[in-house]
């Protein structure tokens, strides 16, 4: 795994978990829409029993995968930062932090750190050659 690999898992995961987390809005919107339906004809003993129970089980399974993802994102994050933090230049720690841990654009990463965007680009190239990615982060 690239250092660059390895500082990115966290930005993708928490693309994954705000994913999830639209669904679980979904959910919740579909299940304060659900509503009896009261009439006087048979019922279809093959139908399910409760589409809001199945609604309602859904919801509590991505909760359980949100809760799983979030302490994994928190995981990869601790081991993001020992990381950035083993780099012995502090703009360059700054600059990943700034990128990796905050999810700043490069172009935002320029801007606040006072350079220019070809400046900060070669900042970052140097700044990725520093960055051990241990076999426990992989």
């Not at 809001?52 to 509590?60: L, P, Y």
Request: proline residues 1%.
């Amino acid at each position: 795994m690239t250092a660059l690999d390895f500082l990115s898992q966290a930005y993708r995961l928490d693309l994954r978990i705000d994913s999830k987390l639209e669904q679980l809005n979904f959910l919740n919107e579909l299940a304060t829409k659900c509503t009896a339906t009261i009439s006087d004809m048979p019922r279809n003993h093959n139908q399910r029993i409760s589409s809001m129970a199945d609604t309602v089980a859904q919801i509590v399974d991505l909760q359980s995968e949100i809760d799983r993802d979030i302490q994994q994102l928190i995981d990869i994050k601790r081991r993001i930062v020992a990381c950035i933090k083993a780099v012995d230049n502090k703009e360059f720690q700054t600059l990943l932090e700034l990128r990796f841990l905050c999810g700043y654009t490069w172009e935002e990463i320029a801007s606040k750190m006072g350079f220019s965007i070809q400046h900060t680009y070669r900042m970052r190239d140097r700044a990725l050659k520093k960055i051990v990615v241990s076999a426990s982060g992989e």
